[in-house]
């Protein structure tokens, strides 16, 4: 994922110019960003039961999301780019915030 982010990214779109030097900070920067986050992940999957249903849980969060922005682009002609992303943020985390609170069909039962 770093040199996904340096060659695809960084390279293309922020500095095409860019020396060596900083390619390798820019490189294990996002090493160490990615590792952490990789690791943040594996210790919230502690709890979870199955991989599984952790995915089916994610995918109900973010396909609401699309489905939003989707019925968003049928019902309106006029919305642009900022309303789509807003919608989408927006729809996202209501969503999140529906599953994860206490008392949801997410949430384990006491």
């Known amino acids: 994922m770093a040199t996904l982010l340096l060659t695809d990214w ?3 779109f922020f500095r095409p110019e860019a020396g ?3 390619l390798m900070r820019v490189l294990h920067g996002a090493s160490l960003v990615w590792g ?4 943040g ?5 502690i709890g979870v039961k199955a991989a599984l ?8 969060i973010f396909a609401g999301g699309m489905l939003g ?3 968003l682009g049928l019902i309106s002609r006029r919305a642009g780019n ?6 989408v943020l927006a729809g996202v985390l209501v969503i999140l915030w529906m599953t994860l609170t206490p008392g949801s069909a997410a949430w384990p039962a006491e």
Do not use: H, I, N
């Open 82 to 87: 900022p309303a789509a992303v807003t919608a």
């Open 41 to 45: 992940v594996a210790l919230a999957m």
């Open 36 to 39: 952490a986050l990789g690791t």
């Open 53 to 60: 249903d952790a995915w089916w849980t994610l995918s109900g």
């Open 20 to 22: 060596e030097r900083e």
């Open 10 to 12: 960084y390279q293309r």
């Open 69 to 71: 922005l989707f019925l």
